[in-house]
């Protein structure tokens, strides 16, 4: 046989893989080698079984034609043993066997991968689930690789499946575990946060237990190391709770409150209260101990799951703070009403009041306060107290209130008392009954509360009223009476100008006659202007509408100015006036000159209007020091006069009070004027007073306030420079253009009126052309051509017209040594002033001689 | 400038000045009209004629403007002048014109450049 037919024979066994003979036609060694060749392959054959065997795999291939079609399926016999079945004939070499068997959920990725595999080429890699004929759905991990023909498509397609159940369950197993594991984890961590917060909420039980009140059993659950000995060997020693219940009760319990807690505790009412309810709880006092723990609580909750057996966890816990709590916020608004009713002065009492009985009164603190009593005293009774204190013409009324109250509900009286030392007093009572009171006779409450305050306030105020309406009333009689006073003094001079007017018309050609007439009408208008202007004057003070303008002032000429309004008065009276001024220390002084001047012509007036011929008028002004800034003017007023009866000494300053008697003009005055004095003086917070005797004369006292002008000095020294020399007319004598030029314009700023002269011969010329009185200063340089100053000067004072001698004069000079003074003096010169020109000294200067003028 | 530089530049004293004559306006027009004064040229004159006379009047005029003004220095060197010449014209009264003609040299140029800046 040739080598050709040999490897095709070869070739064959394996595509088919039957093993089959080789005939052999061949020579001997090619035989053997054949023989061989044939036992190698036996033997790969059996090896390959085995591995198949061991790992359960099986095989298969697919053949493909050039055209890609499927000519043959080959499925290992493994495979088929590992899929249940036995032969070709219950699993034919067909693919569909295969795909037939595929598990619904693989079938579309592994046909894909299949023939992705077949036709592109690439790794075939899958794993899926075939059934199998008797174990159901196994899973096959399928690995195959495609030969392919020249031109790309497949020729064979071959591969190696492996069971992968065991594998695949081993996996699941663990993956189940793990996750069994990692919610186990879980849990116990929720476990664990539970009993946390379990323990952190039950930190306050001593001890806890499940108990079930069925059988009477109990479990501890908890126990603190706090607990008393005693307490948890009843507890570990009993399992039984009656019994451990009736333990603690007897040794631990208080007496007051055993019965009570056996009551709570006994397991058929507890189970059926639990039932009910869910939870019971109750407190009680335990017997004294040394750590003073006093106040506990029993606490008992259902936990029952089913209807036939109930179970409860059973608490124990201390609350002595919590009790602690309450009695303090129950005693804080204890004191806080206490507190608030006593600042309010109101006490508090309750009064039980039997038929036949003495009423018996409770009284608070305050009560007790009010009446006086001391705390120690705190009477048990204070009703006789109370009543005692009521002033006796109410007490029958406040008995009557409380009466009433019992009828009718809440009463309130106001009436006054007295306890103690302490002078009246007034209380309002508010008093109730208790409705359904049990016993007999009645319960009354109520409260005192100490309205003196109020009471006596409402008084003043009455008073108060009462009195302005007095006031009112007295002012309008007054008014009424001013008014009528005032009508007929105006209607009198009216009246007198009518009368003159009918005798002037009578007597129309008597030409003197008419002259009189015309002369008293006149006197008579004037008289009557004077009196409405004095109206005014009064009316104007009494409403206070006088706006006071305070200015500063010179005593001496607000003295001077009345002295020169009332010297010719007095001079046609023959009436002497002697003014006097003392210890002036302050003359400059700030306050209402204008009525201070008032005031002193009407005084003084007066003094020369009522004065005996050739009388006299003594006027003594003094100054005395008030306090600070302040100093006081007296002036003492005396006249020789013919003095006033002392009754009407008393209504002197009262509207139109005149004596008229001795009056020595025609006309009394108005009568208002020392109406108008007084007002004024009340005004400037002075006084006024008088004294007097009939055939002798009156002395009036005035004392009046005034500030001390301090600031007198600065004002005077800068209110005169600049504008004091305003309209002085002055000549200026100097040679130089610019000099001249530059005092020029100086003077004419200050409004001076400026003619000028080149030389001291010009200046006086000028002077000399001058009108008397034309020229107020002049001003001459002493260095000039021609003529100098100092001869000018000289020249000016030979001169024979008046003002020559006392026109003065000043001097402007560079030098200013004595002996330059001497000379200007010498030359008849009033001042030297040296330069250079100061515009300022110049014009104080000016100012002296503008007022000397 | 303004006028109290221009008082500054030739060591004149504006203050003072303003204290004693209260205007600017006033200041600034006789600074002015000090350029036409003609007691300096007449100073001069005087020297130059040997006119003791009209060369003192001149002095002591110009020292009164210049007092007048606050030309301080000019007035100081007019001043020096004006008591020499009091006594006599000798030479010391020319070395103190040359003190003298430098200050209103000075002052003359200054008001002039102040008078073009305006």
Redesign the interface.
Known sequence: MELKEIIRCLQNMRETSVIAPIPFRGEGDCQQLIEEINTLIMEEERKAKMVHQLISSGMWTMHFNHQGEITKVVWSQEFRFMLGYENRMDFPDRLDSWTELLHPEDRESTLEAYWHAVKCGGKYDVIYRLKTRYQGYRWFHAIGETLRWEKGNPRLFTGVFIDITREKEQKENIQARLEMQEQLNEMSHELEMNNEILNALCEDYNSIYIVNLDTGKYDIYRMTDTLPKTVSEISFTNQIYDVAISQYIERWVSENDAGFVRYMTERKRLKRLVRETGRVSFRYCIKERADRQRHFEFCFCDISKTLDETVVVMGARNIDALMDEKEDSRRETLEQVQETLAGSQTGLWSLRWEEGKAPVMHGDRTLHKLMGIPEEELSFNCFRDWVSGIDEKYRGEVMEVLKRSIANGFQEIVYPCSYGKKEQMYFRLGVSSKKNFPGSGYRLSGYWQDVTDTVKDKQDREELLKEALQEAQQANKVKTEFLSHMSHDIRTPINGILGLLTIAENEEEDISRQKECRRKIRQSAEHLLSLVNDVLDLSRLESGKQTRVEETFDIHEVLDHCMSILLPQAQLQQIKIQDRREEIGYARLRGCPLQLRQILINIIGNAIKYNKECGSVQILTKETQGCENTVWLEFEIKDTGIGMKEEFQKHIFEAFTQETQGARTSYAGTGLGMAITKKLVDQMGGTIRLSSQIGEGSCFFVRLPFEINRQENKESVEEGQSFDVAGMHVLLAE?????R??AQ??LE?GKVEVTCAANGAEALEIFEKSEPGEMDCIIMDV?M?VMDGLQAAKEIRKLSREDAKTIPMIALS?NAFEEDRKKTREAGMNQHVS??????QLFAILTQYKKQK | MNLAECYGEMGADYQGTM?????EK?IE??VL??LE?P?FGQLQEGLEMHNHQQAF?AA??L???S????FTKLGEASAELTDSLRKALDSTAYVQFEQVKTEYTTAIRTIEKYRAGK
């Open positions: 040679d130089n253009e610019l000099n030029e530059i314009y100086v700023e260095m051509p560079a330069k250079p020109l100061d515009a300022n | 204290q004693r004559l209260c205007s006033l027009r006789i009209k000090f004064d007691s009047q002591h005029t020292k009164g403007i007092q007048n003004l606050g």
